[in-house]
């Protein structure tokens, strides 16, 4: 079963940085489209940012400028960096692929990994 796999959260002070990584399971070839998202305690999960599969990105206005996505396609990984951490950005983060590519081609679909958490001291 194909699975996404979220690392690199950690605890930081306000103003610090950290990048996550976000990669597919032993399964997996290559991610198609992949979207970051976040959900505070008490809150609806929702998008940060997303890139596609030519490495075109988009970013919710909280993140713009602080927040980058990226991928290294020869690892099948998708990046988070963050910079200029704020509490608010506080949360546990998830990647989402649209698709995956394994042995038997792509496969369209939705998937998620489990989430790693990231926490903003003030």
């Known amino acids: 079963q194909v699975q996404l796999v979220e690392s690199g959260g950690g605890l930081v002070q306000a103003g610090g940085s950290l990048r996550l990584s976000c990669v597919g399971s032993s399964r997996t070839h290559g991610l198609g489209a992949v979207g970051w998202y976040r959900q505070a305690p008490g809150k609806r999960r929702a998008l940060v940012g997303s890139i596609n599969s030519r490495g075109g990105t988009n970013y919710d206005d909280s993140v713009k400028g602080r927040f980058t996505i990226s991928r290294d396609n020869a690892k099948s990984t998708v990046y988070l960096q963050m910079t200029d951490l704020k509490p608010e950005d506080t949360a546990v983060y998830y990647c989402?692929?649209?698709?995956?590519?394994?042995?038997?081609?792509?496969?369209?679909?939705?998937?998620w990994g489990q989430g790693t958490q990231v926490t903003v001291s003030s």
């Open positions: 989402n692929s649209a698709g995956v590519w394994t042995s038997d081609g792509y496969s369209q679909g939705d998937y």
